[in-house]
Protein backbone atom coordinates (compact mmCIF):
# COMPACT_ATOMS: atom_id res chain seq x y z
CA UNK A 1 0.00 0.00 0.00
CA UNK A 2 0.97 3.70 -1.17
CA UNK A 3 2.78 5.85 1.48
CA UNK A 4 3.31 9.56 1.50
CA UNK A 5 6.17 11.83 2.98
CA UNK A 6 5.40 15.81 2.33
CA UNK A 7 8.27 16.96 1.57
CA UNK A 8 8.22 20.34 3.43
CA UNK A 9 6.43 19.38 6.36
CA UNK A 10 7.85 15.80 7.16
CA UNK A 11 4.09 14.59 7.27
CA UNK A 12 4.03 11.13 6.58
CA UNK A 13 0.35 9.70 4.68
CA UNK A 14 -0.29 6.40 5.28
CA UNK A 15 -3.51 4.16 4.90
CA UNK A 16 -5.60 3.52 1.98
CA UNK A 17 -8.10 5.83 2.72
CA UNK A 18 -5.80 8.89 4.13
CA UNK A 19 -3.50 8.39 0.37
CA UNK A 20 -6.54 8.25 -1.67
CA UNK A 21 -8.06 11.54 0.32
CA UNK A 22 -4.83 13.03 0.13
CA UNK A 23 -3.78 12.35 -3.97
CA UNK A 24 -7.55 12.95 -4.93
CA UNK A 25 -7.00 16.77 -3.86
CA UNK A 26 -3.94 17.04 -5.67
CA UNK A 27 -5.62 15.84 -8.84
CA UNK A 28 -3.85 11.97 -9.03
CA UNK A 29 -5.50 9.43 -9.42
CA UNK A 30 -4.85 6.33 -7.19
CA UNK A 31 -6.68 2.61 -7.04
CA UNK A 32 -5.49 -0.62 -6.05
CA UNK A 33 -4.99 -4.11 -7.82
CA UNK A 34 -5.00 -7.12 -6.12
CA UNK A 35 -1.28 -8.31 -5.81
CA UNK A 36 -1.97 -11.94 -5.24
CA UNK A 37 -4.12 -12.22 -8.64
CA UNK A 38 -0.57 -12.52 -9.75
CA UNK A 39 1.03 -16.61 -10.26
CA UNK A 40 3.32 -16.57 -7.63
CA UNK A 41 6.36 -17.34 -9.77
CA UNK A 42 5.72 -13.97 -11.25
CA UNK A 43 5.29 -11.98 -7.40
CA UNK A 44 8.67 -10.18 -6.89
CA UNK A 45 10.16 -11.58 -10.44
CA UNK A 46 12.62 -9.15 -12.39
CA UNK A 47 13.56 -11.71 -14.69
CA UNK A 48 10.70 -11.37 -17.23
CA UNK A 49 11.00 -13.06 -20.42
CA UNK A 50 8.06 -11.95 -22.90
CA UNK A 51 6.12 -14.33 -22.46
CA UNK A 52 5.79 -13.67 -18.48
CA UNK A 53 5.06 -9.85 -19.31
CA UNK A 54 1.93 -11.16 -21.53
CA UNK A 55 1.43 -13.31 -18.47
CA UNK A 56 0.84 -10.39 -16.14
CA UNK A 57 -1.15 -8.31 -18.83
CA UNK A 58 -3.63 -11.05 -19.28
CA UNK A 59 -3.61 -11.53 -15.60
CA UNK A 60 -4.76 -8.34 -14.81
CA UNK A 61 -6.46 -7.61 -18.21
CA UNK A 62 -9.88 -6.41 -16.70
CA UNK A 63 -8.37 -3.60 -14.38
CA UNK A 64 -5.93 -2.47 -17.09
CA UNK A 65 -9.27 -2.41 -20.11
CA UNK A 66 -11.68 -0.86 -17.15
CA UNK A 67 -8.74 1.76 -16.46
CA UNK A 68 -8.45 2.41 -20.12
CA UNK A 69 -12.18 2.79 -21.09
CA UNK A 70 -12.29 4.98 -17.75
CA UNK A 71 -9.84 7.05 -19.17
CA UNK A 72 -8.93 6.46 -22.56
CA UNK A 73 -5.68 4.83 -22.92
CA UNK A 74 -5.15 3.10 -26.26
CA UNK A 75 -1.49 1.02 -25.73
CA UNK A 76 0.42 -0.73 -22.50
CA UNK A 77 2.93 -2.76 -22.05
CA UNK A 78 5.33 -3.96 -18.86
CA UNK A 79 8.46 -1.70 -18.10
CA UNK A 80 10.99 -3.55 -15.35
CA UNK A 81 14.09 -1.66 -13.87
CA UNK A 82 16.63 -3.74 -11.52
CA UNK A 83 20.13 -3.51 -11.60
CA UNK A 84 20.33 -6.09 -14.53
CA UNK A 85 18.77 -3.44 -16.38
CA UNK A 86 21.66 -1.95 -18.67
CA UNK A 87 23.02 1.79 -17.49
CA UNK A 88 20.98 1.42 -14.46
CA UNK A 89 22.92 4.34 -12.92
CA UNK A 90 22.85 6.42 -15.91
CA UNK A 91 18.83 6.08 -16.15
CA UNK A 92 17.95 6.72 -12.73
CA UNK A 93 20.02 9.78 -12.62
CA UNK A 94 17.94 10.74 -16.31
CA UNK A 95 14.36 10.11 -14.06
CA UNK A 96 15.86 12.52 -11.28
CA UNK A 97 14.69 15.60 -12.96
CA UNK A 98 12.00 17.54 -12.57
CA UNK A 99 9.30 16.93 -15.97
CA UNK A 100 6.09 17.04 -17.34
CA UNK A 101 4.17 15.29 -20.02
CA UNK A 102 1.25 16.48 -22.37
CA UNK A 103 -0.61 13.17 -21.06
CA UNK A 104 -0.95 12.02 -18.04
CA UNK A 105 1.61 9.32 -16.71
CA UNK A 106 0.15 5.72 -15.46
CA UNK A 107 1.79 3.30 -13.78
CA UNK A 108 0.72 -0.34 -12.09
CA UNK A 109 3.49 -1.72 -10.23
CA UNK A 110 2.90 -5.48 -9.96
CA UNK A 111 6.13 -5.91 -8.71
CA UNK A 112 9.04 -4.12 -6.23
CA UNK A 113 8.81 -0.50 -5.60
CA UNK A 114 9.02 2.74 -6.95
CA UNK A 115 8.62 6.37 -6.04
CA UNK A 116 6.82 9.12 -7.85
CA UNK A 117 7.90 12.73 -6.67
CA UNK A 118 5.02 15.20 -7.20
CA UNK A 119 4.48 18.65 -7.40
CA UNK A 120 1.47 19.61 -5.29
CA UNK A 121 -0.61 22.27 -4.44
CA UNK A 122 1.27 25.92 -3.28
CA UNK A 123 0.49 25.18 0.53
CA UNK A 124 1.92 21.39 0.14
CA UNK A 125 5.33 21.54 -2.35
CA UNK A 126 6.27 18.53 -3.33
CA UNK A 127 5.94 15.41 -1.99
CA UNK A 128 6.85 11.44 -2.33
CA UNK A 129 4.25 8.45 -3.42
CA UNK A 130 6.29 5.80 -1.93
CA UNK A 131 4.72 2.63 -4.30
CA UNK A 132 4.34 -1.24 -3.72
CA UNK A 133 2.54 -4.02 -5.70
CA UNK A 134 -0.78 -3.40 -6.13
CA UNK A 135 -1.08 0.46 -6.17
CA UNK A 136 -2.38 2.30 -9.44
CA UNK A 137 -1.14 5.96 -9.99
CA UNK A 138 -1.53 8.57 -12.70
CA UNK A 139 0.35 11.72 -12.67
CA UNK A 140 -2.15 14.26 -13.98
CA UNK A 141 -0.73 15.74 -17.41
CA UNK A 142 1.05 18.80 -16.82
CA UNK A 143 2.27 18.60 -13.48
CA UNK A 144 5.38 18.43 -12.59
CA UNK A 145 7.35 15.20 -11.47
CA UNK A 146 9.79 12.53 -11.63
CA UNK A 147 9.91 8.72 -10.44
CA UNK A 148 12.53 6.58 -8.79
CA UNK A 149 13.33 3.79 -6.89
CA UNK A 150 13.84 2.68 -3.62
CA UNK A 151 17.03 1.58 -2.35
CA UNK A 152 15.87 -2.29 -3.44
CA UNK A 153 16.31 -0.70 -6.90
CA UNK A 154 13.49 -3.21 -8.72
CA UNK A 155 10.18 -2.39 -10.09
CA UNK A 156 7.70 -3.85 -12.40
CA UNK A 157 5.05 -1.96 -13.53
CA UNK A 158 2.26 -1.54 -16.10
CA UNK A 159 2.62 1.45 -18.18
CA UNK A 160 -0.61 2.86 -20.02
CA UNK A 161 -0.76 5.19 -22.59
CA UNK A 162 -2.76 7.29 -24.49
CA UNK A 163 -0.63 8.13 -27.09
CA UNK A 164 2.66 7.09 -27.65
CA UNK A 165 4.05 10.54 -27.84
CA UNK A 166 2.42 11.60 -24.98
CA UNK A 167 5.03 10.75 -22.78
CA UNK A 168 7.53 12.68 -23.77
CA UNK A 169 9.22 14.68 -21.39
CA UNK A 170 9.20 18.57 -20.80
CA UNK A 171 12.31 19.43 -18.49
CA UNK A 172 10.82 21.80 -15.71
CA UNK A 173 13.08 23.87 -14.08
CA UNK A 174 11.80 24.95 -10.81
CA UNK A 175 13.37 26.74 -8.27
CA UNK A 176 10.94 25.61 -5.54
CA UNK A 177 12.60 21.48 -5.98
CA UNK A 178 14.97 20.60 -3.31
CA UNK A 179 16.74 17.86 -3.94
FE1 LIG B 1 7.29 11.32 -16.16
Redesign the pocket.
Known sequence: MATIKVRNSGELIQGEENVRSFLEKQGVLYEHWDPKKLPERLQENFSLSAEDKEEILSTYESEIKDLAARRGYQTWDIVVLSEQTPNIEELLKK?EQV???SED?VRAITAGEGIFIIKGDDSVGYFDVILTPGDVIS?PEGNP???TLTDSRKVVAVRLFIETEG?I?HPFEDPAFVK
Open positions: FHTHEVHFFWA
